[in-house]
């Protein structure tokens, strides 16, 4: 594995006011300016949010800057990994969003400051992305009722009153007593077609860790492979419990769960859409759902203490 500096001077900023952490702690793109001329970088900072992002994101591409960084949340940087895709261009994060799942993969600190300053001194790193019918996503994709409980998030985003989240925590265990099962029908690229009846259905790019105080965390990105998760039961006591073992690291033993490694899987449904969690933003897709892998096609930037010294030299 091939690691290289990105160059010092040629970063193109796509700054999102309006992410989570960002929002909430006044980021402008003139503070942010300040944070990269005070580690020796100069860049394009784009917080235009009265534009549609994706003519914003050509902006970045048109510029020929070597290094695109996503200054916002997971919708922010899925966007961009979708353009960066199969090019020899970086991707640079710093993390303004709520859940922030990439950052923390690729251990870039979630204070800004540092995170700035890490990228002064980073390091390129190839990683693999997922794909379901065409669409590029970097952690997973989730099918069932996780989708409906995170819809109802979104009602309370940006409240942090205890009202708020008491509110949310009576709808989403009123979800789990009713929550039905879905039939739909798994094909894997290497094994037999079955009908399954779950409860949810997650794919994610690569596999989640087992450990103690590990909560949807990886630490290898560049396996090569997606990870199907099949959740054939979901109520009230299943969640408490399954988010017990999460937090003790023996999770992947509940009973409620199976997992497997493939290269690709078919998921059907007879339901002309299927609600889905894509990368934590709730939509609807046309089933079949195909997903494929895309091994070390995106190139992103890491803190250099991360790199063994053979992938920094």
């Given at each position: 594995?091939?690691?290289?500096?990105?160059?010092?001077v040629?970063?193109?900023?796509?700054?999102?006011?309006?992410?989570?952490?960002?929002?909430?702690?006044?980021?402008?793109?003139?503070?942010?300016?300040?944070?990269?001329?005070?580690?020796?970088?100069?860049?394009?900072?784009?917080?235009?949010?009265?534009?549609?992002?994706?003519?914003?994101?050509?902006?970045?591409?048109?510029s020929?800057?070597?290094?695109?960084?996503?200054?916002?949340?997971?919708?922010?940087?899925?966007?961009?990994?979708?353009?960066?895709?199969?090019?020899?261009r970086?991707?640079?994060?710093?993390?303004?969003?709520?859940?922030?799942?990439?950052?923390?993969?690729l251990?870039?600190?979630?204070?800004?400051?540092?995170?700035?300053?890490a990228?002064?001194?980073?390091?390129?790193?190839?990683?693999?992305?997922?794909?379901?019918?065409?669409?590029?996503?970097?952690?997973?994709?989730?099918?069932?009722?996780?989708?409906?409980?995170?819809?109802?998030?979104?009602?309370?985003?940006?409240?942090?009153?205890?009202?708020?989240?008491?509110?949310?925590?009576?709808?989403m265990?009123?979800?789990?007593?009713?929550?039905?099962?879905?039939a739909v029908?798994i094909?894997?690229?290497?094994?037999?077609?079955?009908?399954?009846?779950v409860?949810?259905?997650?794919?994610?790019?690569?596999?989640?860790?087992?450990?103690?105080?590990?909560?949807?965390?990886?630490?290898?990105?560049?396996?090569?492979?997606?990870?199907?998760?099949?959740?054939r039961?979901l109520?009230?006591?299943?969640?408490?419990?399954?988010?017990?073992?999460?937090?003790?690291?023996?999770?992947?033993?509940?009973?409620?769960?199976?997992?497997?490694?493939?290269?690709?899987?078919?998921?059907?449904?007879?339901?002309?859409?299927?609600?889905?969690m894509?990368d934590?933003?709730?939509?609807?897709?046309?089933?079949?759902l195909?997903?494929?892998?895309?091994?070390?096609?995106?190139?992103?930037?890491?803190?250099?203490?991360?790199?063994?010294?053979?992938?920094?030299?």
């Open positions: 594995m091939s690691l290289s500096p990105p160059s010092p040629s970063h193109y900023v796509l700054l999102n006011t309006n992410a989570g952490t960002a929002n909430a702690t006044g980021v402008t793109a003139e503070s942010l300016g300040d944070l990269f001329a005070a580690n020796g970088l100069t860049a394009t900072i784009d917080a235009d949010g009265d534009r549609p992002l994706v003519d914003r994101i050509a902006a970045a591409m048109a020929g800057a070597p290094t695109i960084v996503a200054a916002g949340g997971d919708g922010t940087i899925t966007a961009l990994a979708a353009t960066l895709v199969g090019t020899d970086n991707l640079a994060i710093l993390p303004l969003g709520t859940v922030n799942a990439l950052a923390k993969d251990h870039v600190p979630l204070d800004l400051p540092a995170a700035v300053a990228l002064a001194t980073g390091v390129a790193h190839r990683i693999d992305v997922g794909e379901v019918n065409g669409r590029v996503f970097l952690h997973k994709v989730v099918v069932g009722l996780i989708p409906g409980l995170a819809a109802g998030r979104e009602h309370i985003r940006g409240r942090y009153d205890a009202s708020a989240k008491i509110g949310f925590l009576r709808y265990f009123r979800r789990l007593a009713r929550a039905r099962r879905i029908v094909q894997p690229s290497e094994g037999e077609r079955r009908v399954e009846r409860q949810a259905i997650a794919v994610s790019s690569n596999a989640y860790d087992e450990g103690l105080g590990q909560f949807f965390s990886r630490h290898v990105l560049d396996g090569g492979t997606l990870t199907l998760y099949v959740l039961h109520n009230p006591g299943d969640f408490l419990r399954l988010t017990a073992s999460m937090l003790l690291g023996h999770w992947q033993n509940d009973e409620a769960l199976t997992m497997e490694s493939v290269q690709a899987v078919t998921i059907d449904s007879r339901k002309s859409l299927i609600k889905v894509f934590g933003e709730v939509e609807n897709l046309q089933p079949p195909q997903f494929s892998i895309r091994p070390r096609s995106l190139s992103v930037i890491v803190p250099a203490e991360y790199a063994t010294p053979a992938e920094a030299a």
